[in-house]
């Protein structure tokens, strides 16, 4: 057998031995080697100490959570204390003005020492006026107490965050071994094959020296085993025929293990005779995997062999296929969080690529809303983040075959709500703003999937779904935030596969129209009161809709260059923009102007009530309203702009 890597060593000791031959060769006299205490630990303990390393990040991530919360908080206690100081100087303005106006209209027949302006003479209301703006002071001094205890929490809590980090990379480097040490194993299972077989294989293990997290190494063993007999089993051809096919007698097997980025990729290439397309086709044809009038893409028809039970063995034995096939290795790559990619040629040898996570631990995702649900992506998938407007989203859809060309590279337009099976996006003819499409790749596979919102990124820590949700296409694993929801993983190769539609899964409820349900809608509210906000929130989430908030006409704008809601509520007393110039900028606005508007005051008089009319408002409703007939309104209006009428599959597991 020949053909062993050079980077490939013969045990576990390899290392330490390779560490103290260096310090040998030194220059200069002789020191004493000192050897390094060792501890033996359990594995299992090693993996729970990494678990709660996870579990702190977690309770870290909610702390912080709890932290913003609170500095919004202060925010809004800054900006109350400042509209309390304008109303007090108001008053100040008002009642020295009053003061001045009583002395001159009494004065005529008094003759006193000192005026109102040489000497203070304090009213009641005066003396009213300045125990308030003694108090705003101290709520000041309060404001400022607070802000300075959050400063400090940011800070210590990043100081904890620093240690955190790095108490979990000590903890990961335990875990780390290096690929080599299955090297003899694989080589072992690579011999014993081969002589069963009546074949003569080597094989060739590149990059034994990169280190693996040792859960995802044990794990990938088994894997591994499969796809090195597979390799020999349906690949390399018997010795006679590799001659008259003009190849060597010995077959070649090439394992390589490299790192990019926070990715491990291990390469398992054969130069046997390829996958049998034919057979394949055949088989998923027999099995019902695909209507037999589809004609399939010879990248489609690789994929089938990663399907449940499908395997193209002719006789079954404990080498060639046992009845099982890669789908088997396609599973567990996919619990580990990684991607499976197949690619062959016919006479020249299959490649199988593994991606897999560097540790399970702790991972980098980008926080993405579909409909009315949040998922998580892995970073390592993410290659970047574009814009596009609403024609050119409609007119890349209504094409045979939507691809979005960024670069030097094409990328197949999906959907996240239709992939997970929401409600299809409004992208038509009608539809105007800016919708936000990610770039991901999967292997040599490319997506631009259109999402309805972005919600940073965040580190996860990804739990199993349990036997029950774990064959779900397009899902990995879950998560849990900061704020305690529970979020679900993507697996961008599996989305990838649902957007081609490459297996006919027999489920069409979703299309037959039967089973139905309204689209959530969304509605903004505008109000400088955080009360009013949080109370009409509340109020409209519990009756369904999705809610979006502004504290005045400036941050209402500010929001809606990105998105533009289905109905907005607004206020008219708001500081920086008032509802009537919010009003009248929506109005004006083409792209937002069909958005109806609820006007919600406490100023019910009549001559309001018609300016905000004629700017065009449509329902003017008074405070404090009553909840039956502000969710009367917004219906009406929904279904008066035509929001009524949408309508959706209801989703089904």
Not at 80 to 103: D, S, V
Request: charged share 25%; with cysteine.
């Amino acid at each position: 057998m020949s053909g062993a890597d050079p980077d490939r060593v013969a045990g576990d000791r390899g290392g330490s031995a390779g560490a103290e031959g260096e310090a040998a060769g030194t220059p200069g006299p002789a020191a004493p080697v000192v050897p390094h205490d060792v501890v033996r630990v359990d594995a299992q303990a090693l993996d729970k100490l990494v678990n709660l390393s996870g579990e702190i990040n977690i309770y870290q991530s909610r702390m912080e959570q709890q932290l913003l919360e609170f500095g919004y908080g202060l925010g809004e206690l800054s900006q109350t204390i400042e509209r309390l100081r304008g109303q007090l100087r108001k008053l100040e303005l008002e009642t020295e003005a009053q003061i001045l106006f009583q002395y001159e209209k009494e004065g005529d027949g008094r003759a006193e020492e000192f005026d109102p302006l040489e000497l203070d003479r304090y009213s009641t209301i005066q003396q009213l006026s300045r125990a308030l703006s003694e108090s705003v002071t101290d709520l000041s001094s309060i404001k400022d107490l607070l802000e300075n205890q959050s400063r400090n929490s940011e800070t210590l809590l990043e100081q904890q965050s620093r240690v955190s980090v790095a108490l979990q990379e000590q903890l990961m480097q335990t875990r780390m071994v290096r690929f080599g040490s299955i090297a003899r194993r694989l080589q072992r299972i690579v011999r014993q094959t081969a002589t069963e077989l009546s074949k003569d294989v080597a094989l060739s293990i590149f990059g034994a020296n990169n280190e693996l997290d040792r859960s995802v190494l044990n794990r990938m063993v088994s894997p591994l085993e499969h796809i090195l007999r597979n390799a020999i089993s349906h690949g390399i051809e018997d010795p006679e025929l590799r001659e008259r096919n003009g190849k060597p007698r010995q077959g070649q097997v090439r394992l390589g293990v490299s790192r990019e980025g926070a990715e491990v990729v291990i390469r398992i290439t054969d130069d046997g005779a390829g996958i049998d397309r034919d057979a394949v086709r055949r088989k998923a044809h027999l099995l019902g995997l695909v209507d037999d009038d589809r004609e399939l893409s010879d990248d489609n028809v690789l994929q089938l062999i990663l399907e449940s039970g499908f395997s193209t063995a002719k006789q079954l034995t404990h080498v060639s296929g046992r009845g099982v096939g890669m789908d088997v290795v396609h599973s567990e790559v996919k619990r580990l969080g990684g991607v499976l990619s197949v690619e062959s040629e016919t006479g020249r040898g299959t490649a199988f690529y593994v991606r897999l996570p560097y540790t399970l631990a702790v991972n980098e995702a980008l926080l993405v809303e579909a409909g009315d649900e949040l998922y998580a992506l892995p970073l390592t998938n993410l290659e970047g983040v574009v814009r596009i407007d609403a024609a050119s989203l409609s007119a890349l859809k209504a094409s045979a075959d939507p691809v979005y060309a960024y670069g030097a590279n094409n990328y197949r337009l999906m959907s996240l709500t239709e992939l997970v099976g929401l409600r299809p996006p409004a992208t038509g003819p009608g539809t105007t703003g800016m919708y936000r499409i990610l770039l991901v790749r999967a292997g040599d596979r490319r997506m631009a999937i259109q999402v309805d919102g972005l919600m940073g990124t965040r580190e996860v820590v990804s739990k199993p779904l349990g036997s029950i949700l774990e064959k779900l296409k397009g899902i990995s694993g879950a998560t849990i935030l900061g704020d305690g929801r529970v979020v679900l993983i993507l697996d961008v190769t599996g989305l990838y596969w649902l957007g081609t539609n490459l297996v006919a899964t027999g489920d069409e409820s979703g299309s037959s129209g039967q089973d139905t349900e309204v689209c959530q809608k969304k509605i903004m509210v505008v109000d400088d009161s955080i009360t009013i906000r949080k109370v009409t929130s509340r109020l409209l989430g519990r009756n369904g809709y999705a809610v979006m908030t502004a504290r005045d006409g400036v941050d209402a704008l500010q929001q809606l260059q990105d998105e533009a809601p289905d109905l907005i509520l607004l206020d008219i007393e708001m500081p920086r923009m008032d509802g009537y110039e919010l009003a009248s900028h929506i109005r004006n606005n083409p792209r937002l102007k069909a958005i109806p508007m609820i006007m919600i005051t406490s100023r019910t008089g009549e001559k309001h009530k018609q300016r905000a009319l004629d700017i065009g408002v449509d329902r003017y409703l008074g405070k404090p309203y009553q909840e039956p007939e502000l969710l009367s309104a917004v219906r009406d209006m929904l279904v008066q702009k035509g929001g009524g009428g949408l309508v959706r599959p209801a989703r089904t597991v």
